[in-house]
Structure formats: C-alpha cells, structure tokens
C-alpha cells in the first residue's frame, strides 16, 4: 500500500455560510426570477464539489459548466436536468454524452442545433448573441425554421458591460426581448451577477450569478450584500533573523532597515499568488498584519514576522484576499483573482 500523501502546505478557507448567504442575497435580488449558479471552473477555482451542495441545499436549481469534462465533478451531486453545458455540442460524441447523462447542452449556432437534431434532440438551452460576439447565435440567424424544431429550457444571453452604466446593457436587453418573442422557449436568462443590479428587465425566469456568489462586487450597488468566501492560507516553512541590509529574494528588491524576523511561506506564482503581490501583499495571524517582502516566487514567498513572534514554523498565515479590495491592489480582475488558485490548495 502507498503511504499516506501529507495534508498540504496550502488551504482555502471557504466561507460556506457566506457562500449560501450570496446567493440567497442574489435570488432576492433577482425578484421573480431565480437565481442559477455558475460553477463552471472548478466554480471559479473555489470548487465545485464543495460549492454545489450548499448552493443546492440553498434552493438553487440551475447550474452551468463551461466544458464537457466538468460535468464528472458534479453530476452525482444534484439531478442531471439541472445541469448545462454552455459550450455546447461541438462533436457528435458531445451529443451522445449529453443524453446518456441527461444534462442540458447550450445550443450556440445552426450547426449545433443540427448536430443535436441528428442525435435525437431533447431538452437543451440556447444561447443568443447581442453583441458580445463571442458564443451564440448571431441575431440575423434567430428566424431560422431549424430553431422551431428545439426543445428549448432557458433561451440565454450574455452582457457585455454589465458593470458599467453603458447604452450597450439597453442594446443587449432590447435584442434579447426580439429573440424571445421569435424563438418558442420555456424560460429566459440575460442578466449575470452585474446584470441583476441593472433591474428586472434583465431578469427574465432565471439569472446567472457567478463571481459575486464566491465574494466578487461587481457593481457599487452589490457592496455590503456581498460576503467574502474564500481565504488563501499558507504554512510558515521556515523562519529567520536577518539584520540590517540583507536583502529578501530574487533581484534583492528589499533590503532590510533594521533587524527584522522574516518567514518564508509555502506560496507562489504557481499557486495563482502572482508577482503582482510583490512588496505589496499582507498576511495575517495572531491579530497583526504581516508584510510581504521582496518578490513572489513560484513556490515561496517571504513575509515580515517581526509583529509575530509566536508563530514560528508549521504555523499558518491568512492572505488579505477579498476580491475587490485586492483586485484594485494587483490590477488582476476579481475572476482572475478566483480562477488563478492553483490545485496544491486543500479545499
């Protein structure tokens, strides 16, 4: 037998209550529609498996991944109808594994409503595009008789600007009320977690909420309503004196100005905790605020323990990490922020 791989160096602390108190704030929100939940991305990095049951347990019904690999992670967790795929049926095999799961695929062009049509149809959601010309089918296309013969759930579509008060939102909201009154269809989804600030004209049957449920603010309008989920931890893997003048890490971008008591902590770039975070990111353990020192590298980075003199090694240090605040730090978006944390984080 193999021994017994060692509890990692690195933990997220998930805020599962604050996680079910988004979306219950989101759901509210979204006043006679329902609030979905994006977990697609491991549920932008916080992780599906994790996220999904308190989400379901909350009253969510509707969940959607981005590929087809990640349905196995959630599939045996709730009801497979509840389930889509948003990149939809590119491949014949595709098509087939939706039906032999049971879950929705996200039609996005002619050519994947035929491929579903060929494989036998049913149920599945269709996604137009009102300008943000990525996935989805184009508005010149919406007549199309092929359209007539889906078995459509949810019609969608995606904002573009949902975060900035822009003419584009009225654009996209006008062009998603033309494609339902064309297309037969049971339910409609436009606004994202942005989205469902901007009113009940976005709404539709269902929203879409993704990075405000894992602590993202996406708009002005959302802050105080939004709880932060995730907190990076790391362990402390060594810790020193230096004194005056020695330099901390590559390049010797920090000198020190007097003695100080420094730690090195199992956390890097590689770990999502960029370069960015250099000379600027803050821990914390026993109450003070731990500096980092000298620039991050891929696996360790170095913080000012002068303020802790108890924790030593094997102790663990929290990342000052709620999403907006360090978004305007680093310049990274709030989703980056999320998506970035790498998989030698315990979850």
Known sequence: M????PAPALRLHIDLDAL???????????????AGAAVKADAYGVGARQVVP????????????AHWGEVGDVLDLLEPEKLSVLHGPLTDADA?????CGIKPVINSLEQARRWLRSGGG????????GINRLGLPMAEIGNECLRSLDIDVLL???????????????????WREARAVIPHQRSSLANS??????SDFHGDLTRPGIALYGGVPRAEMSGLIRQVVRPQAAILQVRNIVAGDTVGYNATFTAPTAMRVGTIALGYADGYLRCWSGRGRFHADGQELKVLGRVSMDMTVIDLSKAPHIGEGGWVTADYALPQASALTGLSQYELLTLLGNRFGR
């Open 20 to 34: 079910r108190s988004n979306w219950q704030a989101l759901d509210r929100l979204s006043g006679r529609a329902r």
């Open 194 to 199: 942005a989205g469902i600030v901007l009113g």
């Open 54 to 65: 308190v989400l379901r347990a909350a009253g969510c019904r509707d969940f959607f991944v």
């Open 96 to 100: 087939a594994f939706a039906h032999s």
């Open 2 to 5: 193999s021994p017994d791989v």
């Open 157 to 175: 579509s995606h904002l573009v600007s949902a975060e900035e008060d822009t003419d584009l939102n009225r654009l996209q909201c006008d062009r």
């Open 123 to 130: 149920r599945c959601d269709l996604m137009i595009d009102t």
